[in-house]
């Protein structure tokens, strides 16, 4: 099965600057995502890319709203077309006249199924988040005290460990991290301080 978008445009340039609210988003994803697994995961991976915008990259509302939306929004699809994951929340978008530099972060969100490659910032570290968010929360779901003391050494422990959460791709954790200047420790020390919260 291939998740091929097959072409590298998404959404329209005449759009730039049209968002919608978090509330809006959150109305989608109660629609289009029963399960509240998945929705926790956007919404961890929605506040790390906000704070990132915020704190890394001194980004301006609108910008923080983008990178936001597109973290909430990237697994839309997942739990009801399994098999057409991401090709229809970007169509729902584009539908929506949504800001295209969203769309293209969802849908290079991994360049390894989705054939898109991220271009800037905003990309690639929703390429960077997307699989070690999801890593690191299986790593606290099992100690008893959750998040709490949780350290980035045995979270790089686990990922030497094949055989833990086996489902994430190492290999595109790997390739994510070396698309960016920023160490894999820093990356996990920042996914842990800011999705510990998100519920
Ligand atoms: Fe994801």
Redo the contacts with the bound molecule.
Sequence with gaps: MSHKLGRNSFGDPAHAGNLMTIEEANVLLNEWVPNEK?RL??KQ?AAVMKAWAIEKENANDQTVLKWELAGLL??AD?EKYPDDHCRIIIEELEKRNIDPDVIHCIAS??PNYFGVEPNNTMDKM?YAF??L??FIHAAALIRPTRYEGLEVKSVLKRLKSPAFAAQVSREDINDAISRINISLEEIIQFIIDHQKDVN
């Design positions: 998945l995961h956007m991976v990237h697994d997942w969100h991994g929703i997307d699989e968010s999801g």
